[in-house]
Structure formats: C-alpha cells, structure tokens
C-alpha cells in the first residue's frame, strides 16, 4: 500500500488548450477520421495533459488523476457498468463491448432513436447525460474504458488515479427506464450494480492503479430525488462492499461542490474506504466522527469553480483546522475538478496585466495545490514567498480603479420596491393582443440561428484586421436578411434577427459592458463537443452606450412580422460568467439588471414589441441545501424583474429557460413576471407538461431537441403540440425550439422548421375543427 500523495487536484480540462478534442470528435462525426485517428488524437491530448501535470509539480505516484472522457464522464460509468439503453443495442460491437459509436448514439440520437436526456451538473454550467435504469437493466462491467487508459499512461512511465463516478450518484442521477413501474427508482438496483463496480476496481488494479477516485457529490446535495439520508444510507451500503473487496485499489472517495450531509459524513467515515476528498472552500471542515483518524483526509482548499487567484492564508487555515480532526493524514487538493476552467493565464495576451496577476486557471491552481503541498511537507517557511506575493495580489484587486464605481452603487442603493414590480397582468395581455395581432399556437424560435463557416471566418478576420469594420458588418447584414427571409418562406410568426454578430450569448454583453473582461483562449467544457469562453466580471458593472439597438432595428425594417429584440438575462451573465467573488451575487446581479433596463427602454424607443430577456441559468445556479434557497430565488428573479418591470403593457417580455429540471422552481418561473416563457421539453422526455398543468402565463415548451442532429418529424412534433394543448389553456401556448440553433446546420435546421410549422399548422385546423 502506498500513502496518498500530499498533493492533487481531482480533475482536469479535458478539451484542450485549443479544443483539440472538440475538433477531433467533429471530424469523426463528420467522416472526415475514422476511430483510429480520433483514438491517436485524445491520446495526444491525454499524454500532453500528464507531461504538464508533471511540470506543475504533481510527481508522485497516483498524484495526477485521469479524468478523460470522450463525451460526459457519467455516461462513461452508465457505460462501463453496461447501462446502454436497448434502443441503441444495435451500435454494440460484435462481442457486446460499448464502443464509441454506441457512446456517440446514446449522446447524440441516432434516426428515430433519442438520445439521453441532458442536464446540469449539480449547481455548475456542465450538462451531463441522463442514464435510463429500468428493473430490467442487466449490468455488465466493461472496465476498459478506465484501465487501459491506467496502462497507457503506465507505459509513458507515469503512475494515474483513475477517476469514476461512484455507484451511489449514477444510480441518484439516473431516471427510470421507460417502461418501469410506478414508484421504481434506479437506487433500487445499488445491490445489483455493486458486482459491476467490483470488477472494475479490480480490472483497475490488474492495469497498475494503486489509488481510485470515485466521485460521489451526491453526498451534497438536497436537490436530488432521493433525500440526503437515503444517500447516506446507500453510501454505507456501497461502500462497505466495496471495501470489503481484497482484490482493489485503494479507494478515494470525493464529495465536491459543498458540504456533505451530516448523515452522509459519518457514513462515508464509517466505511473501510481509505481516503476522503472534501470542498472545504464551500463546505468548511465537518465535525469530528468516530473512523475519520483512520482515513486521510484530501482537504479541498483551492477553489475550483472559480478563476480568482486563490487565498493562500485562508488555504493554509483551512489545513491546520483539518488537521484538528485528528485523521490519519491530510493532504491537499483541489475543491472539485477542474474541469470547470480554462487551461492557463498565461495563455491570455490579451488580458490587462493587471488584471492577469489576480487570476489563477487549471494551471495556476494546479500550482497552489503544488506551493501547499510543499508547505506540508517542508514546512511553511520553505513556501512563504507565494503566500507573500498571494496576499500583494488580493490587496491590489480590493483598491484597483473599476472594482468600486460610486455612480453604479449609488443607483443601485437608490432602488425602490417599485422598480421592481410591471403593471397588471390583464391589462398587459391586452395590450399585447391588439398591439401584435399573432395568430393562436404562435410559432417562434429561441434567438440564435447556425453560424455558418463564413461568419466565422469573416469574425476571425476581423479580429486579426485583415477585414475592415463596414466589410464585416456588410457581412452580417447579408446573414441578418437571409435569416428573415428564411423565417418569412418557412411561416413563422415571430422573428430573430439570428444573431450573426454574437460569437457567444453572455461573452457579447460582457465585450460592451463595463466591469468585464473577456478571454482569447479560455474555453471551457458545456456539454460533449460544446465549449464556452465564460468572461471575467470584475468591477462594478455599467452601460456605456447601447448594445443591440441596431441589429434589432436593421432586423425589424426588412419585414411586417414583430422581430423579437434579443438580450441575455441577468442571472445567467452571472452564472455564464467567472463573477467577483468580494460582493454578494444579489448586488452584482442588479448591476447588471440596471443595465439591461437600459437597453429595453432604448429597444422600446425604437420600436421594438417584444423583447426576450434569456434566462437558461435560473436553475442551474439553485443552491444545492434548500436553507439557501429562498434567498437566491428572491435575488435572482428580483434582478429579472428590476430588469424588465419599466417594459410598456404593449411590450410583450419573453424570457427562456432550458436544460434543467424545473419543477422545483415552477413557482419562481411564474414569479419573474414574463408574458410568454419558451422552457425546454423535448430532451427532458416532455416531463414537464404535467408539471405545467394550469400555468397561467403565455408558454413555449420545446418541441423540437436542438442538442441532437436528429430532425424530427411533423408527427413527432404535432404530438408534442398536442400534449401541451392539453396542459395549458390554448391562447397561452407558443410553439418553439427548446434552445438556440446556433450550433445546428442549415440544413437540418430549415428541414426542422419546417416540420414545426406544418405540425402547428395541422394543431391549427384542428382547434377551429372543434370550435
């Protein structure tokens, strides 16, 4: 047995610094390589990512973990314990291994077939894949995802800790296969998963692993449908058997992004696992519990879901009040993986310099776990120069010019209960009516459509100043007409602009606000493929002139359909944002309020009837202990509402939500006061209906699941159209997409349209068929 190294981290971006991988999956799927060069490629990035790691100063044995996924990390467990669902048996190789094409189909959707549902990753901006467990699912391990991968790094001379979902929290994330009776849940099956496990552990330690991370953050979280106690009792469960196990690993068991519950804590000490990963940056130091001298204890004191250079003091605190509960060891770590930031700093040119000297990405944290690890091992004395120079950064950031702007909080401390608050719902819907004129089952889209090779090409050149500033905006007005053009031949009633000039929905708000920054360089995972650059908002947040006025405008001539004007929401500049972490979220959210309530009033003055104000983040940023969640619900929908409350009555406000479960925040959905909300359904197997029975405001559940390249049908759609008739009052029902379509193509795009017009069509003649 080997101690467990004094310092980690417990994950790492797995995309790459240039989204090699990202690039690599889409030429696959564009048969542009086959599997064998895609495989050469992530091995590249996967050997790339250790040498690095090494440089970083994370060489002892088991220090680095090997968190690499092609697609989602809990579809990679689903896999690996054989969950595939039947419907895409037919993608399994010959011997009834899962390869990669069927990994790909459950993710993407193949024909006819849907893929997994998708969702946020507790309380980060991370979707992952849904698994379907039923009664029937038979578990079979296929460890070789994860052991092969021990042996490879093995062969370049380096010692990796495997990194797996825990039984515990795939079966907490899983929802019930099609087909299962009422009142299973896939937490019933934790007894017929744990064999599958067992063979993996030991497969693991066949290929050379000494320590394996199972990650369970179910352990913190109050917002799952199981309760936090059953959780606990389901760890006590599993991993007894687990570590009754002679032939395994030794284990790490992690419980990122909070606190563990107390039930949750003491059952997890109570096991014969030999090391615990806590967030003690979120979820401070557990009490004291019979067991835990016997554990080592993975302090989680560097901040990983931010990007602000850490605290080395509070870090240090933080060690010494862990070494107070008297455990077998401590050691450093990160709070969570990393793979919720960008790669490197250093890797920003563009950014002040200033501003980079408060900044720590995957790299720099790596680092700091590194400094700490060696204050542990040699004593602080030997590591007082960074603390030093830690501390002369944080004091810069608190007095630099921007991070306090008196105008903004005096506006902010100026704010009245009626800023926040529109006129009466009745008086607006008939405003609206008579100011739109819309036809029953309005059909829309979400905002965004496909950015095309050309935009992009033509935004790169504009950036290097190889394209003059009118070439390029010739360009996006050419985009802008088509994209109306194409809505009018396809029929449908309100229109978007496209969005051609945004190169993403939060970054544009932030390159025209003041108090944020934005990177070149620093992407970051969403979901599969997908990446987003979050920008850096770091001062006080202000509106120097207006943003979308123009395009909305240019938008609006070219046609007699209402153009919808396009804005992202408050909470998710927020959420889409690494925000200050100095000041409450509230205040910081009603900065950024004040600023959009701007923008709507200049949209207004030009003419614009309906504005959308985006808010997809609502319930991604739910805290995950109910204790906190009435405070951020009433911040939260009190920015949107300090936003859009000055709107007209004749003003119809839109608002979007997606990719989240909604029903626990159904009533702060009706709260934020929105005319029409179009909220996803279609992925979510269009479990939302029955939760929307009666809803009283104008609603768009998706019909159409623009995450897969799947088209679906007139049929497939009109049924959909149907289910929600059946839920809501007709007059209230709109008919959209689930998301944008900027990361679809044309041409499954026009074909998908198409079918949703001719489906609200046919909904259309059947409502004055029964009239």
């Known amino acids: 047995m080997t101690d467990f190294p004094l310092g980690t981290i417990l994950g790492y971006p797995r995309i790459g610094r240039r989204r090699e991988l990202k690039r690599a999956v889409e030429a696959h799927w564009g048969g542009k390589i086959d599997e064998s060069e895609l495989r050469e490629r992530a091995a590249e990035l996967r050997r790339a990512t250790r040498t690095r790691l090494v440089e970083l100063g994370l060489d002892e044995p088991s220090a680095i973990p090997e968190s690499f996924s092609f697609y989602d990390q809990v579809l990679d467990a689903a896999l690996a314990v054989g969950a595939l669902p039947a419907r895409f048996a037919d993608h399994r190789e010959q011997d009834g291994s899962i390869g990669l094409a069927a990994e790909f189909a459950a993710a993407r959707g193949d024909g006819e077939n849907a893929p997994l549902e998708m969702t946020k990753w507790?309380?980060?901006?991370y979707h992952y894949l849904v698994p379907e467990i039923g009664p029937d699912t038979v578990f079979a391990a296929q460890p070789a995802r994860y052991a092969d991968l021990v042996a490879e790094a093995a062969a370049d001379g380096v010692s990796t800790r495997p990194v797996v979902v825990g039984p515990v929290t795939l079966l907490a994330l899983a929802k019930a296969a099609d087909g299962a009776a009422a009142g299973f849940r896939p937490l019933d099956r934790l007894a017929d998963l744990l064999p599958a496990y067992l063979e993996i552990l030991s497969a693991l330690r066949a290929a050379g692993a000494e320590w394996v991370q199972l990650d369970e953050p179910a352990l913190v979280s109050e917002t799952l449908e199981v309760s936090p106690a059953e959780v606990a009792r389901a760890v006590a469960e599993a991993y007894a058997v687990l570590g009754a196990a002679e032939d395994r690993p030794q284990l790490l068991v992690a419980a990122p992004y909070g606190a563990p519950s107390v039930a949750g804590w003491g059952a997890l000490v109570g096991t014969p696992v030999e090391a615990i990963a806590l967030d003690l940056v979120r979820g401070g130091v557990p009490a004291a519990v019979d067991g835990v001298e016997e554990k080592t204890i993975v302090a989680g004191v560097v901040d990983a879901r931010n990007i602000w250079r850490g605290?080395?003091?509070?870090a240090w605190a933080l060690l010494e009040q862990t070494s107070g509960l008297k455990p077998a060891r401590v050691t450093v770590g990160t709070s969570n993986s990393l793979q919720h930031v960008p790669h490197d700093v250093a890797d920003e040119p563009d950014l002040d310099p200033r501003l980079k000297t408060w900044l720590a990405f995957a790299d720099q944290k790596t680092g700091e776990v590194s400094v700490l690890a060696r204050g542990l091992r040699e004593g602080r004395t030997a590591v007082e120069h960074a603390f030093t120079e830690a501390a002369v950064a944080l004091a810069d950031r608190r007095s630099a010019p921007g991070v306090h702007d008196d105008r903004v909080r005096a506006r902010t401390r100026a704010l009245a209960p009626t800023d926040f608050e529109r006129g009466a719902v009745e008086e607006r819907v008939s405003a609206q009516r008579d100011a739109l004129a819309l036809p029953p089952l309005p059909t829309t889209t979400i905002g965004s459509f496909p950015q095309t090779g050309d935009i992009r090409r033509a935004r790169a050149a504009h950036d290097r100043g190889e394209l003059t500033t009118p070439a390029y905006e010739q360009?996006?007005?050419?985009e802008v007409e088509r994209v109306i053009r194409l809505q009018e031949e396809l029929g449908l009633d309100v229109l978007v602009h496209g969005e051609p000039e945004r190169n993403d929905m939060v970054q544009y708000f932030a390159e025209n606000l003041d108090g944020f920054a934005v990177t070149r360089n620093g992407w970051v995972q969403?979901?599969?493929?997908?990446?987003?650059?979050?920008?850096i908002l770091w001062g006080d947040v202000s509106r120097p002139a207006p943003i979308t006025v123009r395009w909305a405008t240019y938008a609006q001539s070219l046609t007699s359909k209402p153009v919808k004007g396009m804005l992202t929401g408050p909470v998710t500049i927020l959420a889409w944002s690494f925000v200050r972490d100095?000041?409450?979220?509230?205040?910081?959210?009603?900065?950024?309020?004040?600023?959009?309530?701007?923008?709507?009033?200049?949209?207004?003055?030009?003419?614009?009837?309906?504005?959308q104000v985006d808010e997809p983040a609502l319930?991604?940023?739910?805290?995950?202990?109910?204790?906190?969640r009435d405070a951020y619900l009433e911040w939260s929908v009190g920015s949107f509402r300090l936003a859009t409350a000055s709107a007209r009555p004749a003003t119809q406000i839109h608002t979007h939500l997606c990719y989240s479960e909604f029903g626990t925040v159904l009533e702060a959905i009706s709260a934020l006061d929105a005319d029409v909300t179009s909220i996803e359904a279609a992925r979510s197997r269009?479990?939302?209906?029955?939760?929307l029975a009666g809803y009283e405001r104008g609603i768009g559940p998706g019909v159409w699941d623009i995450h897969s390249p799947r088209v679906p049908s007139a049929a497939e759609i009109g049924g959909r159209i149907d289910r929600a008739v059946a839920a809501v009052d007709v007059d209230r029902v709109w008919i959209n997409p689930d998301c944008g379509l900027?990361?679809?193509?044309?041409?499954?795009?026009?074909?998908s349209l198409a079918n949703l017009v001719a489906a609200t069509g046919e909904a259309r003649e059947a409502l004055l068929a029964r009239a």
Do not use: M
């Not at 507790?122 to 901006?125: E, K, Q, S």
């Not at 605290?311 to 509070?314: A, E, F, N, S």
């Not at 269009?686 to 939760?691: I, K, M, Y």
């Open 311 to 314: 605290d080395l003091d509070r």
């Open 526 to 535: 969403s979901y599969g493929s997908r990446a987003t650059r979050p920008s």
């Open 686 to 691: 269009d479990e939302l209906f029955e939760a």
């Open 619 to 628: 319930r991604e940023l739910l805290p995950l202990y109910a204790r906190a």
């Open 475 to 478: 360009v996006l007005r050419d």
């Open 742 to 751: 900027k990361t679809r193509q044309y041409e499954e795009t026009v074909a």
């Open 582 to 611: 100095d000041q409450p979220l509230g205040e910081t959210a009603r900065q950024v309020a004040l600023a959009l309530r701007d923008e709507i009033a200049d949209l207004e003055q030009a003419g614009i009837g309906i504005i």
């Open 122 to 125: 507790f309380d980060t901006n």
